[in-house]
């Protein structure tokens, strides 16, 4: 009976020692979950500010390629250097020549843009992915944990059993 006893409490102990795995592993896959977020918060605060920057550089770009456009494209224009900003040379040069490079960088300030878009994706998803694997393991100890439960109901006396474990 004292055997039955101390086996008893040695798969009790088993058993509460993987609930508490099982809650360390919940809380683990909870604060991956509040760091994603975070993340996305930042992500996303960051696109704001980024795309506030490329808008209104490109809003420039617009300015400049209307006036450019304004003086016909076979005259030389001279382009006053508070637009160097912009990327482009100042200086006097063709306005064909000035249309083409207003061209080529609101390509290379788009193409910019969406690639630090998508390193921004990528990183949110490499966060979410940890989430993901953080609720896989937890889920994995939930399923383990039983096991102590249905290991207990046979060190029971048979004079004293325990109650039927219900099916649903």
């Known amino acids: 009976m004292l055997e039955d006893v101390k ?7 088993k058993l509460e020692a993987k609930m508490v795995e099982v809650a360390s592993a919940q809380n683990d896959a909870m604060q991956a979950n509040y760091d994603y977020t975070n993340s ?3 992500n996303a605060r960051e ?17 400049l390629n209307a006036w450019t456009t304004s003086v016909g ?3 030389d224009v001279d382009v006053p250097r ?5 990327g482009l040379d100042t200086g006097e040069q063709e ?3 000035l249309l083409f490079d207003i061209a080529r960088r609101r390509g290379e300030i788009n193409r910019d843009y969406e690639l630090r878009n998508m390193n921004r994706r990528i990183e949110n998803l490499e966060k979410a992915r940890i ?3 953080k609720q896989r393991t937890t889920a994995q100890k939930q399923l383990q944990a039983p096991d102590g439960h249905l290991k207990i109901p046979h060190l029971w006396p048979p004079q004293n059993p325990p109650p039927k474990w219900s099916q649903r």
């Open 7 to 13: 086996e008893l409490a040695a798969e009790n102990e």
């Open 73 to 75: 494209n076979t005259q």
């Open 95 to 97: 306005a064909r020549d």
């Open 47 to 63: 696109t704001r500010d980024d795309y506030k920057n490329v808008s209104w550089e490109l809003k420039e770009l617009d300015a």
């Open 82 to 86: 508070s637009w160097a900003s912009s």
């Open 40 to 42: 996305q918060l930042q």
């Open 131 to 133: 989430v993901a694997d």
